[in-house]
């Protein structure tokens, strides 16, 4: 049983090894945008827009991307 055990947390712990010498994915690294969320006041509403931060050029790119709406004034009933 706990010779099994030994072999089971070897294994698990040889394949989480190869994934972090491994790197990642060439997609991820060559990813110049970061998200990010910016929350503004909209006519008595909070609303929740998602930006994105270039990196290489230092501009910020507007996507008028809604995440969410959650009003100023909720009444607990």
């Not at 712990?13 to 060439?26: H, Q, T």
């Not at 909070?46 to 995440?67: C, M, R, S, V």
Request: glycine share 2%.
């Amino acid at each position: 049983m706990i010779k099994s055990f030994r072999t089971s947390l070897a294994v698990v712990f040889l394949l989480l090894m190869s994934v972090v010498f491994s790197g990642c994915s060439e997609t991820v690294k060559n990813n110049t945008e970061v998200p990010f969320v910016v929350l503004n006041n909209d006519d008595g509403n909070f609303k929740a827009d998602i930006y994105y931060w270039n990196i290489k050029t230092n501009k910020i790119k507007e996507t008028n991307e809604n995440l969410y709406k959650i009003p100023q004034n909720i009444n607990n009933k």
